[in-house]
């Protein structure tokens, strides 16, 4: 008797699901990062990306995705600020990115005070036609910053702000134009300075419709900001005033609209000597408009309000602002005070011909 015995089958190994995304190849998913470092609100929305997987990690510290970055990327608050955001900021800068450059640079030069590298920083980013580092560098030359008095240096000043502005920063425009019209490093032009103003309020309001046109379509909305001054106060109840850059500004023509946002290189500023972070040196100020924080790197470094000399300013353009924004409402002539220790030009009369 024959006895058949069947075979037993070796069972089968379950087929493995193909990963679709490991299929990618490098390039594409290399460009959709670079696409969303460009786009980021947030830091947490591009380190989120980082921390997914290892291949994401890996791709996200690409050079190319750096460099793309925005600056919004570049956002930290300074309660955050730590050794690792040091030195993703210097990859960054290694990658060529640009806004990294003038971030850095920032930190450096006014936070951590070392002036060297973040002066050479914020002129790697200018050099590249960076709008916000040729102004930030034309405020240092016009005070001095990190040196003496003497370390001023006017005309190059408005050399760095004449090209900022000629780049479009708002800013710098309106410091142009108060340069001219007071002649301050520059041959005084009271009609050409007055033009520049003009074309500095048409920026803003431009740029604040294409805001409301962004976030609102509705015209009624855009009507609604751009208010006259005598419904100021109805204004400010659909739109309350907070610190920082969020106050609604009185442009020079009558018009109510929201302060542009900061930078994130005057947010961390900002900050950073606000929350203590940093300490400020001994005599030494910040700058009164809420959206600069720029301190002083030696006593009496700013310009002070010539009517009240309470309140001081790194340059025209924030004191033209923050009478705009506040100062107008709060400023009332007190007797001269007399400081033995205070540079003479740093009370001018600049305050009495912006308010006027």
Same mark, same amino acid.
Request: contains cysteine.
């Given at each position: 008797m024959t006895?058949?015995?069947?075979?037993?089958?070796?069972p089968r190994k379950p087929t493995e699901k193909s990963d679709l995304f490991d299929g990618l190849p490098d390039d594409l998913v290399v460009c959709i990062l670079s696409k969303l470092s460009s786009s980021a609100s947030s830091p947490s929305d591009f380190i989120n990306v980082l921390i997914t997987c290892k291949r994401l990690n890996q791709l996200g510290l690409h050079q190319v995705v750096l460099s793309k970055a925005g600056p919004r990327a570049f956002a930290?608050?300074?309660?955050?600020?730590? !050794?690792?955001?040091?030195?993703?900021?210097?990859?960054?800068?290694?990658?060529?990115?640009?806004?990294?450059?003038?971030?850095?640079?920032?930190?450096?030069?006014?936070?951590?005070?070392? #002036? $060297? +590298? $973040?002066?050479?920083?914020?002129?790697?980013?200018?050099?590249? +036609?960076?709008?916000?580092?040729?102004?930030s560098l034309s405020v240092i030359q016009f005070n001095g910053s990190g040196g003496s008095k003497n370390d001023k240096d006017l005309r190059a000043g408005v050399a760095?702000?004449? #090209?900022?502005?000629?780049?479009?920063?708002?800013?710098?425009?309106?410091?142009l134009g108060?340069?001219?019209?007071?002649?301050?490093?520059?041959?005084?032009?009271?009609?050409?300075? #007055?033009?520049?103003?003009?074309?500095?309020? /048409? #920026? !803003?309001? /431009?740029?604040?419709?294409?805001?409301?046109?962004?976030? +609102?379509?509705?015209?009624?909305?855009?009507r609604c900001l751009l208010t006259c001054h005598a419904r100021r106060h109805q204004l400010q109840q659909h739109h309350p005033p907070i610190t920082g850059s969020g106050f609604s500004l009185?442009?020079?023509?009558?018009?109510?609209?929201?302060?542009? !946002?900061?930078?994130?290189?005057?947010r961390f500023l900002?900050?950073?000597?606000? +929350?203590?972070?940093?300490?400020?040196?001994?005599?030494?100020?910040?700058?009164s408009h809420g959206g600069c924080g720029r301190p002083e790197t030696r006593p009496h470094e700013f310009r002070r309000c010539s009517i009240c000399n309470l309140v001081n300013y790194c340059s025209r353009a924030c004191q033209a602002l923050d009478w705009k924004l506040r100062h107008?409402?709060?400023?009332?002539?007190? !007797?001269?005070?007399?400081? $033995?220790?205070?540079?003479?030009?740093?009370?001018?009369?600049?305050? /009495?011909?912006?308010?006027?």
């Open positions: 006895i058949h015995r069947k075979k037993q089958r070796t930290v608050k300074a309660k955050n600020w730590s !050794e690792y955001a040091h030195r993703f900021l210097k990859r960054c800068v290694n990658a060529g990115n640009v806004e990294a450059c003038y971030i850095l640079g920032m930190i450096r030069f006014y936070c951590l005070q070392s #002036r $060297g +590298s $973040g002066a050479s920083l914020m002129a790697k980013a200018a050099i590249k +036609s960076h709008a916000p580092a040729l102004y760095l702000c004449a #090209r900022a502005a000629f780049l479009g920063h708002i800013d710098a425009l309106r410091e108060h340069c001219l019209q007071d002649g301050y490093g520059v041959h005084r032009n009271i009609t050409e300075g #007055r033009r520049l103003l003009v074309q500095a309020n /048409a #920026r !803003e309001l /431009a740029s604040v419709l294409r805001m409301v046109t962004l976030s +609102s379509p509705s015209s009624r909305d855009s009185l442009s020079d023509f009558g018009c109510n609209v929201p302060a542009p !946002e900061a930078h994130p290189a005057n900002t900050e950073w000597f606000g +929350s203590g972070c940093g300490l400020l040196g001994h005599g030494l100020r910040l700058c107008k409402a709060e400023c009332a002539p007190i !007797e001269q005070w007399i400081d $033995g220790d205070g540079d003479g030009d740093n009370t001018d009369d600049e305050g /009495a011909d912006i308010n006027a």
